[in-house]
Each structure stands twice: as structure tokens, then as C-alpha cells.
């Protein structure tokens, strides 16, 4: 299967992502929870959502 460049892109992209997922979990452990709380309020309230552009891959 040929890809493009730009998919290819858009995969070094998600690769960036889960680099920063890690880096965000590795931390966790040393956070309060007020901190835990607050970051996870800041994640959900982005956009475009993780989920939102799964949705709009997926056709839905």
C-alpha cells in the first residue's frame, strides 16, 4: 500500500502525541490531586478532542 507524504505526517503526529501521553502519565504519580484534577478538566475541555477527530476519521 503506497502512502502519502502528508499521511505519513499526520502519523509522525500522532507519534508526537503518545510521546507527550507518556511524558504526562510518568508525572502523574507525582501530582496532588487538586493537580490531577485540574489537568484532567484542561485535557477533556480540548479542542479538537482526541475523540472529536476519531469521530470525524471514522465518518460519524
Known amino acids: 500500500m503506497v502512502v502519502s507524504g502528508e ?6 503526529y500522532v507519534d508526537e502525541m503518545a510521546t507527550t501521553l507518556r ?3 510518568a508525572t502523574i504519580p507525582t ?3 487538586d493537580e490531577k484534577k ?3 478538566e484542561y485535557i477533556r475541555k480540548s479542542d479538537p478532542s482526541v475523540q472529536g ?4 476519521l471514522e465518518g460519524k
Request: proline share 0%; aromatic share 0%.
Open 53 to 56: 477527530v476519531l469521530q470525524k
Open 7 to 12: 499521511l505519513i505526517r499526520m502519523m509522525n
Open 38 to 40: 485540574r489537568l484532567a
Open 31 to 33: 501530582m496532588s490531586d
Open 23 to 25: 511524558r504526562i502519565s
